[in-house]
């Protein structure tokens, strides 16, 4: 009864959904977020442990969903989706999560078609700290942890090269 929740999405801040009086679980709406195409990061926050997530749907679309419990549409399902990704068609690097970090973050990005791929960290001097992917990698979307516990609290930077594409974000670590 009475349960509470925290979403956010992407470097936004949380918003808090209160008051869910349930005696299951039902649908909760969250329209306030105008996305533009790109990488997002999803999170989820709950008041109660015994709280949890059971069925979750992302949509371009404004969509009524109906019913509760184990008898509630389930949207989620291929035969109900009204819009499906195939994959990327640009190339794009997320700014990494969290930020500022300690000691650890992740590093988002999606490639077009298969390509050769560097991403590598650098201080702020412009020295080379670690090479975090240097290879071949499919068309999608990548995610890549980066654990800075061996460096000293500062600003760095971090590179993607795929193909023709190269694009350069700033990471601050924090100890």
């Given at each position: 009864?009475?349960?509470?929740?925290?979403?956010?999405?992407?470097?936004?801040?949380?918003?808090m959904?209160?008051?869910?009086?349930?005696?299951?679980?039902?649908?909760?709406?969250?329209?306030?977020?105008?996305?533009?195409?790109?990488?997002?990061?999803?999170e989820?926050?709950?008041?109660?442990?015994?709280?949890?997530?059971?069925?979750?749907?992302?949509?371009?679309?404004?969509?009524?969903?109906?019913?509760?419990?184990?008898?509630?549409?389930?949207?989620?399902?291929?035969?109900?989706?009204?819009?499906?990704?195939?994959?990327?068609?640009?190339?794009?690097?997320?700014q990494?999560?969290?930020?500022?970090?300690?000691?650890s973050?992740?590093?988002?990005?999606?490639?077009?078609?298969?390509?050769?791929?560097?991403?590598?960290?650098?201080?702020?001097?412009?020295?080379?700290?670690?090479?975090?992917?240097?290879?071949?990698?499919?068309?999608?979307?990548?995610?890549?942890?980066?654990?800075?516990?061996?460096?000293?609290?500062?600003?760095?930077?971090?590179?993607?090269?795929?193909?023709?594409?190269?694009?350069?974000?700033?990471?601050?670590?924090?100890?």
């Amino acid at each position: 009864d009475d349960d509470s929740f925290w979403v956010k999405m992407g470097n936004g801040g949380f918003q808090m959904y209160n008051g869910l009086v349930t005696n299951g679980w039902e649908w909760v709406k969250i329209d306030e977020y105008e996305l533009t195409e790109g990488l997002y990061h999803l999170e989820i926050g709950y008041r109660e442990d015994g709280a949890k997530l059971d069925k979750i749907c992302l949509s371009l679309h404004l969509t009524d969903i109906e019913g509760f419990g184990e008898e509630a549409e389930n949207i989620c399902n291929p035969s109900s989706v009204q819009h499906s990704i195939t994959g990327p068609d640009y190339f794009a690097l997320g700014q990494n999560y969290p930020n500022p970090f300690n000691p650890s973050t992740s590093i988002d990005y999606q490639l077009p078609e298969k390509v050769f791929v560097t991403l590598k960290i650098f201080d702020i001097l412009g020295n080379e700290v670690e090479t975090l992917v240097n290879g071949s990698q499919h068309a999608g979307n990548h995610s890549v942890q980066f654990n800075a516990s061996n460096l000293p609290s500062g600003v760095y930077y971090y590179r993607l090269e795929a193909g023709m594409n190269q694009e350069t974000r700033k990471l601050l670590l924090l100890k």
